[in-house]
């Protein structure tokens, strides 16, 4: 395993943010810690050369790693996450995402919401994007609380939530830790999984299925309740008729100048945007199979 790292002031990432992430995809990595001004941008990779044409437009160095570069990790000191009334702790290094990102920090803001409204709260046309004039229309209040609650009996949290580009396993692992009864977990890079399965030891969650796999080729199950996919904005567009397998989407790695794409991709597969987040240059998204 080698590693292209580059230590950065925040200026020099905003600017090259957008070609690292169509070089690297979700194998970038940016940490931030406490008492450094600078950025530690990391991508890591199985072949050096991969890494060669990096360095040579945007500097930096390459290493070659140990071989127990991940067990190492793994003792890096971060800051943990507040996911719902639990905490994850995702390790610094091994180039895959801690969750300070907004892409993913947004992601898992929507996921939080949607899996804590799974419940009682789960057929509500507002949540859940329906017109609210329409539904009061067919429904009384009281009839829409006592359908609420018979649902709440049946259906308490989602059946099945699928991850795909897992990296560290982050959106994953939150899910599973949200109350999400089964979690599959979708990357092709198999330093990926291993890192995301570490993860997942490290936090003490099971019930997750990790699969190496090419999102674009990967088979889903044919009903899924939630869909994560924190790619960039080309390869969701071309996964896009896949995406409709679940019911609920969450989205991201979306640039603002691309949010438009991303909509008129939605429309054309009959899944509507219920929620867009937008912070800096970055745009996520909740959606709905019609």
Known sequence: MYLWQRFATRKWFEENEEKLREIAGNGLAIIEQSNRKRLQVEIASNHRADLRGIAKKLGGRIQKLPRDWLTRSLRHKTKPIRVGHGILIIPAG?????????????????????ISGWGARAPSPVLFGASPKSSFKESSPSRLRDRDREHARRVRSPELVVDLGTGSGILALAARLLGASRVIAVDNDPTAILTAKNNALLNKIRGIEFQNANVTDWGLPREIDIITANLFSELLIEIMPKLRTGRRLVLSGILRSQEAEIRHALRQNKIDLIEACRRGKWVAMLGRRR
Request: glycine share 14%; with cysteine.
């Open 94 to 114: 091994g180039a895959f995402g801690t969750g300070e990102h907004a892409t993913t920090a947004m992601c898992l803001r929507l996921l939080e919401k949607l």
